[in-house]
T-cell receptor, first 114, second 110 residues
């Protein structure tokens, strides 16, 4: 079974630039999550999708972050404009509804804002 | 609000020694608790969940609602157990949102 795919693996940008991350979940997983993991902290949920609808985006900084999952499969997370404090690993995960054993994380995208 | 606390950033033990990684939580309802592990250069993966009451790779964890704890234990540490361990909580309700602790780095020395 293919895992959760994310790209790019690494990205370095200057502050005030924009950046986008891509995630392809496991086939058949209706639920998709984006987490932000700042160095020395545990992952923090940014947004959760069920198919192409948003379930929870309460911790997404909506003034600069946006995410979409137009066809209920792939998802993109965008930051515009980036700030220094956005430097983190951005993790994508997917699961079947209620399926914690199928809750699978991608390798993440490491973003450095300079 | 839900919160997970892992008081130790680093735990160093010798091979064959017992291991206990501490986790305390704060949640007003009935949470589901999990332990995730991240080995070097690998992705985050589920180790065990309290509902299953299983032993995975020799690790066990018991949910203590009175002490709001979910400590991870293993009687004899192995070198391959060296990794980052995260305790996580879900409030249930079908949302599956996970709240993670800050993690504990376990280092097993020979």
């Amino acid at each position: 079974e293919a895992g959760v795919a994310q790209s790019p693996r690494y990205k370095i940008i200057e502050k005030r630039q924009s950046v986008a991350f891509w995630c392809n979940p496991i086939s058949g997983h209706a639920t998709l999550y984006w987490y932000q993991q700042i160095l020395g902290q545990g992952p923090k949920l940014l947004i959760q999708f069920q198919n192409n609808g948003v379930v929870d985006d309460s911790q997404l900084p909506k003034d600069r972050f946006s995410a979409e999952r137009l066809k209920g499969v792939d998802s993109t997370l965008k930051i515009q404009p980036a700030k220094l404090e956005d430097s983190a690993v951005y993790l994508c995960a997917s699961s079947t509804p209620g399926g914690f054993w199928g809750y699978t994380f991608g390798s993440g995208t490491r973003l450095t804002v300079v | 609000a839900q919160r997970v606390t892992q008081p130790e950033k680093l735990l160093s033990v010798f091979k064959g020694a017992p291991v206990e990684l501490k986790c305390n939580y704060s949640y007003s309802g009935s949470p589901e608790l999990f332990w995730y592990v991240q080995y070097s250069r690998q992705r985050l993966q589920l180790l065990l969940r309290h509902i299953s009451r299983e032993s995975i790779k020799g690790f066990t964890a018991d949910l203590n609602k009175g002490e709001t704890s979910f400590h991870l234990k293993k009687p004899f540490a192995q070198e391959e157990d060296s990794a980052m361990y995260y305790c996580a909580l879900s409030g249930g309700g079908g949302g599956n949102k996970l709240t993670f602790g800050t993690g504990t780095q376990l280092k097993v020395e020979l």
